[in-house]
């Protein structure tokens, strides 16, 4: 409808599911329902695809030669990921020899990542890097979330409940535990302590309920980021 005949390309690697993802997005101007000039996109597909440079291209090639097969009409631009073998500077040469853009596209680097370089230098500098061998919060909470994950999919939620009512029974009942917990985690074991006595006092089916929740259902929501620092 826009008759545009030049295109930017998007490209990401993603896993959603447990599933890998390519995700390609065709970008053009044209215009709204008001005739006001905007930036359009579209979805190819997310099919997916190994992650070398190579092979995402022929990827991509096959997924945009719908649109790049028309008369007048090529991919001039090319964004994605600066890093990997599918980054945007190892895709263009192959993109270029396999003719699926125009022989002087240009590539573009991520900038959504450049807008979040500032937060990531500043958290790294107060709390370390995260990756392997790394012994640093960030870490910490990767390696937990992996676990959390891996148990969840292999075992299922009940598996994840169970740990959890354990878990929750040490920190009330066992003194190694709770020793632990009150020198490593004052404030947070001092939060949690408290909540139990309130809830332990209460006399209405809502508390019963919340009391038996807390101590036998695992938590379902992860902690914000102030109070994952203030534990670590």
Known sequence: DDDATSFALITDHGKRAGMEHFVKLLCWF?????GREIIKFHCIDVD?????????????????????????????AITGDAGGGASVQSLLPHLKRLCAVSK??????????????????????????QGIGQKTPFQLLFVFNQLWKRIR?????????????????????????????????????????????ILENQEDDAGIDELVELMTARPTVFLA????????
């Open 30 to 34: 044209g215009k709204d329902k008001e």
């Open 48 to 76: 997916t695809s190994n992650h070398s440079g190579e092979d995402c291209a022929a990827a991509i090639k096959k997924s945009v030669e719908v649109f790049t097969g028309r008369e007048n009409v090529e991919v001039v």
């Open 104 to 129: 002087d596209c240009s590539k573009i680097n991520c900038n959504l990542h450049a807008l979040n370089k500032c937060l990531e230098s500043s958290f790294q500098d107060v709390l370390g890097k």
């Open 153 to 197: 999919e292999e075992y299922g939620g009940d598996f994840l409940n169970e740990i959890w009512q354990i878990t929750f029974n040490e920190l009330i009942n066992n003194d190694r535990w709770k020793d632990e917990a009150e020198k490593n985690f004052p404030q947070s074991y001092s939060t949690l302590l408290k909540k139990l006595d």
């Open 225 to 232: 980021m102030d109070d994952c620092v203030d534990v670590l």
